[in-house]
């Protein structure tokens, strides 16, 4: 077993490398996600994470030797989860990319059609590859289409010289109309140009330096929560598994919009050039109190049928009172002869919440953890 110490600390091992792969709204830290792992599961228990995010649970789970399950609603999570769990090997992930590259001036014309925002975010080089790379990649069915798109999700958007892009915030994808005005006001309308294909190739160097990351036997499902979890638990009592550790921090009602939030790169996975409203129930924002509600009731009391009875729930969730006492009664409801735990952790300038740790400066309440064991 590698050191801990080395995937935590620093880039010096695959593990480490791949950990940190996807920046992601109210993702885990790191270190939180290992220690969790570690202190309440063993090697070769069962672990479960139904709202996985970029799934640092699940790959903490299986960089440990437990079997990790995730599942993820939000194609971005989704590829950033599956690929950092098994990567593609590197010399058919820059075959594809050298294709890609090669068919890049197919795509001029449709480079001309795209809206203004587009031409000032990439450079015209760029913009043609993201077009061939967007219409080629077969992304949710080929792992070596997966993990180059992953690469691409990832450098997308950032500062100048660290993206693809013209200056935009890494993790979030700012609005077009907000953006454009922006770059007109700071004077910067005119991209960085760079080769997109040795700025990638690059890229993918470094992140596989060390190698791929030795995980034991995971997998994250790309779908919603409440529907997988039926074929999900028909397969884990058909083979008689049951899950040690359900390790998860849902969406917290009414913070956030993780498909509005991660637009341009869901365009690049295939949607809507210009983004109107995200409306669809569990990717918008969790403005519906009772679908809000349902969504947690459906997910957890599935969960409840996959879990030993001395299993361990440890969610991490808002403080905010609709979120923590609504989550507080399914748990109880679900897992009702477990002892309940919690850790509140207030916010203070040392302790960063999840929501912070991405870059989202507003004031928050804090997140508390909940904990039920046997
Ligand atoms: C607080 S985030 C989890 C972050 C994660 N712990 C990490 O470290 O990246 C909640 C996640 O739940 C996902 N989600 C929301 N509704 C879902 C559903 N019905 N099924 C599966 N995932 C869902 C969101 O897309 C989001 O990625």
Not at 40 to 49: P, T, W
Request: proline residues 5%; hydrophobic residues 35%; charged residues 25%.
């Amino acid at each position: 077993m590698i050191a801990l110490e080395k995937i935590l600390k620093g880039f010096e091992t695959a593990e480490s490398r791949w950990a940190r792969f996807g920046p992601y709204y109210a993702m885990f830290p790191l270190d939180f996600a290992f220690d969790v792992v570690k202190k309440y599961s063993k090697e070769g228990d069962y672990i479960i994470d139904p709202f996985a995010g970029r799934c640092s649970s699940i790959f903490a789970g299986g960089v440990l030797g437990r079997n990790s399950l995730g599942i993820e609603i939000n194609p971005v999570g989704w590829l950033y989860g599956s690929v950092k769990l098994k990567p593609a090997d590197k010399e058919n992930v820059i075959d594809r990319l050298l294709e890609l590259y090669s068919k890049r001036n197919y795509y001029g014309q449709a480079m001309q059609r795209m809206p203004e925002f587009y031409r000032i975010c990439f450079c015209d080089e760029v913009l043609k590859f993201l077009l061939s790379a967007r219409k080629n990649l077969d992304w949710k069915n080929n792992d070596a289409d997966a993990t180059l798109m992953s690469i691409l999700l990832l450098y997308l958007h950032g500062k100048i010289g660290s993206g693809l892009s013209n200056q935009m915030r890494m993790t979030k994808s700012m609005g077009m109309n907000y953006s454009v005005e922006w770059w007109k006001k700071n004077g910067m309308t005119t991209p960085p140009e760079l080769d997109p294909c040795k700025f990638i190739i690059d890229k993918i160097n470094w992140r596989y330096d060390k190698g791929k990351p030795k995980v034991t036997e995971s997998a994250v499902v790309f779908g919603d929560s409440a529907n997988e979890l039926i074929n999900i638990s028909e397969r884990a009592i058909k083979n008689d598994i049951k899950f040690s550790l359900l390790f998860t921090s849902p969406p917290y009602c009414s913070v956030t919009n993780y498909h509005a939030d991660q637009w341009l790169r869901l365009w690049l996975l295939g949607g809507s050039e210009n983004p109107q409203s995200f409306n669809d129930k569990h990717k918008g924002r969790f403005v519906n109190k009772v679908e809000y509600y349902q969504l947690l009731d459906n997910v957890f009391g599935l969960c409840s049928t996959v879990m030993k009875p001395k299993s361990t729930i440890y969610v991490r969730t808002d403080k905010r009172e609709f979120t923590l006492n609504s989550t507080l009664e399914i748990l109880k409801k679900h897992f009702p002869f477990h002892k309940l735990k919690m850790i509140e952790k207030p916010l203070s300038e040392e302790t960063k919440t999840q929501t912070q740790l991405y870059g989202d400066k507003a004031l928050k309440p804090g997140e508390v953890d909940i904990i039920l064991t046997r």
